[in-house]
């Protein structure tokens, strides 16, 4: 069996995930429209210099939703990705809705699965941090 496989469902079995993404694509909007937030939300490790991998995710969410992609990009990459799988879930939705059919996409974690999630994780962590100066900023 292979770790991730797609299929056609008579029912929605990812629900949940239409409705963060509905919720994520709207504070990215609110990030747009109205600016970043005042209060700090940086974790305590980024006040001494260390980057986490969601670090400069706000930043790059906005710079998204007003389509500065290389800024977005140059913030956190996973930000402008995460945002594409947010707008391919609405769709995947609207697919749904008018059609009685929804996508399903399955997958089990599996070895091969958990070692490329570990290494795209050290590979964000490492960018991040090599680019500490742009994101203490």
Known sequence: MASVGLRWDSSDRHRVWTYVAAAGLLVGAMLAIFGLPPADVHTPLHHVGIMDPLCGGTRALRYTMLT??????????????????????????????????????????????????????????????????????
């Open 68 to 137: 500065e992609w290389r800024l977005a990009w140059t913030y956190n990459p996973l930000s402008p990705l995460l945002a594409v799988g947010a707008v391919l879930a609405l769709v995947r939705h609207l697919v749904g809705v008018l059609s009685g059919r929804w996508l399903t996409i399955e997958w089990r974690w599996s070895k091969p699965v958990i070692v490329v999630l570990a290494l795209a994780v050290i590979a964000l962590a490492v960018n991040q941090q090599l680019h500490a100066g742009l994101l203490a900023s």
